[in-house]
């Protein structure tokens, strides 16, 4: 089998039978040339400006393994704002960065597809609709959007885990597109999936309850390493997975960036859970993503 298989954005029409077949057995697929060299300049040159921007005396850092950000109110608010956070390893003791602020971030997040008018045009761009055209979603709603900056040797690790462990639905319905901003490779910490672990159960559901971060193991059993495979894209690709695919990227450890914007959706003929941490206020709510 070829897990590496990928399709061109120009002829999903004609392809759509094998793209969805190749998607339902493997709880992901790879759709290339998407969007332009120009269209990722774009969203980078605004991301890098955005960093730029902040100037807020919070400095937020961001590890997926010592999730130390579940507890900081500016996790919470970037469900309805944009927030810079920065790799843990690259704040020293007071606050102060070790390098130049751009080699220090880590992620934006995670509200740039309704707060920010140049992520906002990608997001809801016509290309984004035609796949998600092609998804079983019938109510789609872009609920988050993150944009990972992975810089050259800098950029960190995200461990094995499943989106819906964050952004649950009953029944399942969270769904990524992950764009490559640049090429991705296994030296650059592309990502590294496990084809057909959507068909398994969720292993871990991180709660938000009464101001308090909850993770509750629901099946007692760690992702192993066999199996994997690092998924290799080019620049302007799209990346469609599953909520319940086991994914992870490993550090950067290339002298190039690895820079991605990633929205995730669910549909909304499923309940949006009111423990998910991601919550949106009463005034600014979930919009419905026309196709
Ligand atoms: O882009 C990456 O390195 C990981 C992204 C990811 O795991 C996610 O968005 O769920």
Sequence with gaps: MNYLQKFEFANLNKDKPNVLDFYRKFGYVIIENVFEQKHCDDMKKRAYFLVEKDHSSNTIGFSLKKNKHHTSNNFLSSAYKINNFYED????????????????????????????????????HDRIKKI?????????????????????????????????????????????????????????????V????????????VKYIKGKIIKENLVNKEWDE??????????????????????????NFSNHSRNTYVMHFFDNNCKYSTENWLQRPVNFPFKNFRL
């Design 194 to 205: 496990k084809p057909s672990s959507h068909k398994e159960k969720i292993r871990k559901r």
């Design 132 to 192: 998600i055209k092609l998804t079983n979603l019938s109510k789609p709603i872009l609920n988050q959007s993150s944009y990972i900056f992975k810089q050259p040797l800098v950029g960190g690790e995200y461990l094995w885990h499943q989106d819906s462990t964050y952004l649950l639905t009953n029944p399942l319905s969270c769904l990524a597109l992950w764009i490559a901003i640049d090429d991705a490779n296994e030296k650059n910490g592309c990502l590294v």
């Design 226 to 251: 066999t199996n994997n495979i690092s998924l290799s894209v080019k620049t302007g690709s799209i990346i469609i997975f599953d909520g319940s695919l086991a994914h992870k990227s490993s550090e």
């Design 89 to 124: 390893k690259m704040i020293n003791k007071d606050g102060t960065f070790k390098d130049k602020k751009i080699n220090c971030i880590s992620k934006l997040g995670h509200c740039l597809h309704d707060v920010d008018l140049i992520f906002k045009k990608y997001s809801y």
